[in-house]
């Protein structure tokens, strides 16, 4: 069945420091691709999407390129700032009319001022 | 606020006690989607409903538990005779038909089953 395999966390970062979150998935046919965060008592968020190989979706100063050749959507950002610091979740949708997300399990991300 | 909410936020029950929460989707949208997300885990798909048709369940929803969506609005999630094992943040989702790969969260219901 699809799956999402993502990097494991806790992962702490200094301000302005580099920001890379590993994503794989195992999928049939050609899903859609999602990056989801959730700030401290807040609700799940879109934070940016791909549809297509090759697709990048961008938000926020994020980045995530869909490569279906190595199956990854990994997430970048090139100066990561203290308010970034949250949940971040990679999800894929299969290409059905069910629509259901599959989620990872999730990576805490802390930026230290 | 034209967000999706959930009432309640919170929920404390004892074993064995039956619970029901609500999820209000944003007013557009007709697809609705119930998720379970526990400590440390991403959501894990329960079931949604297009307008008022239940259209799939997830096998984690056992018998116990029943979502309606009577008039294709709100829709109710309810858990008889709850375990501790169902302690968890119950997520709410909506979208549109169109547009299903775009679903807005609403904040949970975070139950905790003494």
């Known amino acids: 069945g699809n799956s999402v395999t993502q990097m494991e966390g806790p992962v702490t970062l200094s301000e302005e420091a580099f920001l890379t979150i590993n994503c794989t998935y195992t999928?049939?046919?050609?899903?859609?691709l999602f990056w989801y965060v959730q700030y401290p008592g807040e609700g799940l968020q879109l934070l940016l999407k791909?549809?297509?190989?090759?697709d990048k979706g961008s938000n926020k100063g994020f980045e995530a390129t869909y490569r279906k050749e190595t199956t990854s959507f990994h997430l970048e950002k090139g100066s990561v700032q203290v308010s970034d610091s949250a949940v971040y979740f990679c999800?894929?949708?299969?290409?059905?009319?069910?629509?259901?997300?599959?989620f990872g399990s999730g990576t805490r991300l802390s930026i230290r001022p | 606020d034209t967000g999706v909410s959930q009432d309640p936020r919170h929920k404390i029950t004892k074993r064995g006690q039956n619970v029901t929460f609500r999820c209000d989707p944003i007013?557009?949208?007709?697809?609705l989607y119930w998720y379970r997300q526990t400590l440390g885990q991403g959501p894990e798909f329960l079931t949604y409903?297009?307008?008022?048709?239940?259209?799939?369940k997830s096998r984690l929803l056992s018998d116990r538990f029943s979502a309606e969506r009577p008039k294709g609005s709100f829709s109710t999630l309810e858990i008889q005779r709850t375990e501790q094992g169902d302690s968890a943040m119950y997520l709410c989702?909506?979208?549109?038909?169109?547009?299903?790969?775009?679903?807005?969260f609403g904040p949970g219901t975070r139950l905790t089953v003494l």
């Open positions: 999800a894929l949708s299969g290409y059905s009319s069910a629509s259901k997300i599959i």
């Open positions: 989702a909506s979208s549109r038909r169109d547009r299903y790969n775009e679903q807005f």
């Open positions: 409903f297009q307008n008022e048709a239940q259209l799939e």
């Open positions: 007013s557009e949208h007709n697809r």
């Open positions: 999928a049939t046919g050609y899903p859609s």
């Open positions: 791909a549809t297509k190989a090759d």
